[in-house]
């Protein structure tokens, strides 16, 4: 089989993948997003570009991306089910890939309550993994959700979340298996900070026969500091981050903090890469983007 | 139950200010048992527009009544003297019976007392939670008899978002995540195989989605 | 405008929380409802006690573990910080409304409840609902 992008491709010649991320700006400007750009080109595979993420109004993740496109970036384009009912989905997709953009993840979204406009109407006309199957029947049969047969299908490499740091932990796998019958290609996970509970999370993925089924790259967010870590923990839904992670980073003077997040990072991307059933580190350096390089080259992935 | 709470007391004031006579028509069936619209408050409303007016130095002639259900045009007759009588009717049923009201009744003004919030049950004395959204097409035997349409955030079919921890959902530490509890229900029935199934997108048109909606008994028209 | 010279107020108690003294009610002109329990506090009573022109409720109930009917004071209470939020929402100052555990044993603590009410409705004036048509 062809393979489907640059990341698809990496990925299928079984080395180890990097992907970034991209907040688009909350206003028009090109600048920052090429100023993101010039941090991240050169060090990743591929960049997640967010939609509306934490349902705070941002630049749409199809313009973002295209601009990466424009500039030789290969964006994932991350699209939610919060916003859009099935048939702004669709239009979406299929203009997108004629923007150049060949990755998707394809998520539920938060929930607009935590985010800018909390008065607003949620759409959640389908679900993430009704989204999975749609993006693959729209690839492979070349047909809408009608049935209707596209002049160009969108020969979009689906990705997926997963959380294996979300309750209930037995139905994580069930669930991710869903998600990889639904047609998802690639999963990209939820930062990892709980190293046991991943471990045992891929030891039960990998009994249930889906590591070969489905790339999986392991995501991290390097901690700038003890407040970070803790606010994560606190504030972020299905945020998991261990008592010793939080004492370590507490432990260490205030202006070494982001050094010892950077530490803290490298190591779970050295575990990841000789883990058995991971494929790939996603890096998810929350406006922080110069952080992505350093990482790169001190965890050897460049 | 169709669930509802009063609106704020200077809202209603304001509603039935232009009006010298009002009716405040109580319903004795849903809004009775959330304690919105039944007897007791009507009574409570009708003094309490009686102070606010008598400090405002207005006068205004307050009738009360409770019929056993707004909805149903054989109980609404029962009003028909009292509404006569009076300017404007303030009817503290739900959002049907305002509106059979307002149909009966075609030349009165029929004001709304109540916020009208959702199809429930009172789950533990003084708590009232929602429980079905009338999607027309009910899903329940597959999710244990706990609705995903209405009770998890998201709508999500397919199982639990990443954000559901400690049985919670994301949104508010005071909701029970909807996929925690069908799937803690479906594990004691021996069901839980009823999740591996893909379930495809939902056919939303049976649903408000589809424009308002109308029931046919044909057996029943005369 | 009229403005009664006494302070009313109107008095509901169970009957453990109260009994009459003498030179209780002086300054003031009171009117008591008896209720068989202070579970029966019920909103509607309590506003239309105002309604007919006290300007001041108090709520006397016995204590939360002497109440003979469990959780009698307790639903109590929350019917007054019901009706206290209401008169706030409509001008009418919910301090005018207040409940208090009391035994009848006690006719000083009833004293003084009743000599700080009338202290209060110097601040906060006569019921503001009476003024213009009684
Ligand atoms: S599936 Fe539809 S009909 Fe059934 S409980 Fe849920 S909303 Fe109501
Ligand atoms: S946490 Fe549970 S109930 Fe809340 S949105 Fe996620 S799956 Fe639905």
Redesign the interface.
């Known amino acids: 089989m062809k393979t489907l992008s640059r990341l698809h491709e990496k990925l299928s010649n079984g080395e180890f993948a990097v992907t970034g991320e991209c907040g688009p700006p909350r206003g028009s400007s090109k600048e920052v997003i090429q100023k993101k750009i010039k941090l991240l080109n050169g060090f990743v595979d591929a960049v997640n570009v967010t939609d509306n993420q934490t349902a705070i109004v941002r630049m749409s993740s199809i313009a973002a991306s295209a601009h990466l496109v424009a500039q030789g970036l290969e964006p994932v384009m991350q699209m939610v089910v919060r916003d859009r009912n099935r048939i702004a989905i669709q239009s979406d997709i299929l203009g997108a890939y004629s923007l150049g953009i060949k990755n998707i993840l394809c998520l539920s979204g938060d929930h607009q309550k935590f985010g800018s406009q909390p008065d607003a109407m949620n759409v959640f006309d389908i679900d993430s993994i009704n989204l999975v199957r749609t993006v693959k029947d729209m690839r492979d049969k070349g047909k809408d959700m009608s049935g209707f047969d596209l002049d160009v299908a969108p020969r979009m490499f689906i990705g997926a979340a997963a959380n294996p740091f979300a309750d209930p932990f037995e139905y994580r796998v069930i669930r991710l298996a869903k998600k990889i019958d639904a047609g998802a290609d690639f999963i990209q996970t939820q930062c990892i900070y709980n190293m046991d509970r991943f471990r045992e999370w891929i030891r039960q993925a990998a009994d249930e026969g889906l590591a070969d089924k489905v790339y999986i790259l392991g995501g991290v967010t390097p901690l700038k500091s003890a407040g970070m870590a803790r606010y994560m923990n606190n504030k972020v839904a299905g945020m998991d981050i261990p008592e010793e992670i939080i004492k370590r980073m507490d432990g260490i003077d205030k202006k070494n903090q982001a050094d010892e997040g950077i530490k803290i990072c490298l190591e779970t991307i050295q575990e990841l890469k000789e883990m058995d059933g991971v494929h790939g580190v996603h890096i998810m350096a929350i406006e922080w983007e110069e952080a992505v390089g350093l990482i790169v080259e001190q965890a050897g992935l460049k | 139950m169709i669930t509802a709470s009063q609106k704020?007391?200077?809202e209603i004031?304001e509603l039935v200010e232009p009006y010298k006579k009002v009716l405040i028509l109580g319903c004795g069936t849903c809004v009775k048992t959330c304690f919105a619209g039944g007897e007791?408050e009507v009574?409570?409303l009708a003094?309490?527009l009686?102070?606010?007016f008598?400090?405002m130095?207005r006068?205004i002639e307050i009738e009360e009544l409770t019929i056993e259900r707004q909805c149903e045009n054989e109980f609404i007759q029962e009003a028909s003297s009292g509404v006569d009588r009076n300017d404007a009717i303030l009817s503290l049923a739900c959002g049907a019976g305002v509106q059979a009201m307002a149909k009966r009744f075609a030349k009165k003004v029929v004001l709304p007392g109540v916020n009208t919030s959702f199809i429930g049950i009172q789950e533990s004395p003084g708590i009232f939670t929602e429980e079905c959204s009338g999607c027309g097409n009910c899903g329940l035997a597959t999710f244990g008899g706990i609705c995903p349409v209405t009770r998890c955030s998201k709508k999500l079919l397919n199982g639990p978002c990443g954000g559901s921890q400690k049985g919670l959902c994301e949104i508010d530490p005071d909701t029970p995540c909807a996929w925690h509890l069908i799937i803690e229900r479906l594990t004691t029935l021996g069901q839980l195989d009823n999740l591996k199934t893909y379930i495809p997108p939902k056919n939303w048109n049976t649903s408000l989605s589809g424009g308002p909606r109308k029931l046919i008994r044909e057996d029943h028209i005369i | 405008m009229k403005i009664h010279n006494k302070p009313k107020l109107t008095l509901f108690h169970c009957l453990n929380s109260f009994k009459e003294t003498a030179s209780m009610f002086d300054g003031c002109e009171v009117k008591t409802v008896k209720m068989a329990c202070s579970s029966m506090t019920?909103?509607?009573h309590l506003?239309?006690a105002?309604?007919s022109g006290a300007d001041a409720v108090l709520v006397l109930v016995c204590r939360e573990k002497a109440c003979r009917y469990a959780e009698g004071s307790i639903r109590a209470e929350k019917r007054v910080n019901y009706v206290k939020t209401?008169l706030d929402?409509?001008?009418?100052d919910g301090k005018r409304l207040n409940i208090f555990n009391t035994s009848s044993k006690d006719s000083g603590s009833i004293n003084d409840i009743i000599k700080k009410t009338l202290l209060e409705l110097e601040i906060i004036g006569p019921n503001?609902?009476?003024n213009?048509?009684n």
């Open positions: 704020p007391i200077n004031a007791d009574a409570v003094s309490v009686r102070l606010k008598k400090k130095a006068s | 019920k909103d509607v506003l239309r105002f309604e209401i929402d409509i001008g009418m503001p609902a009476l213009h048509f």
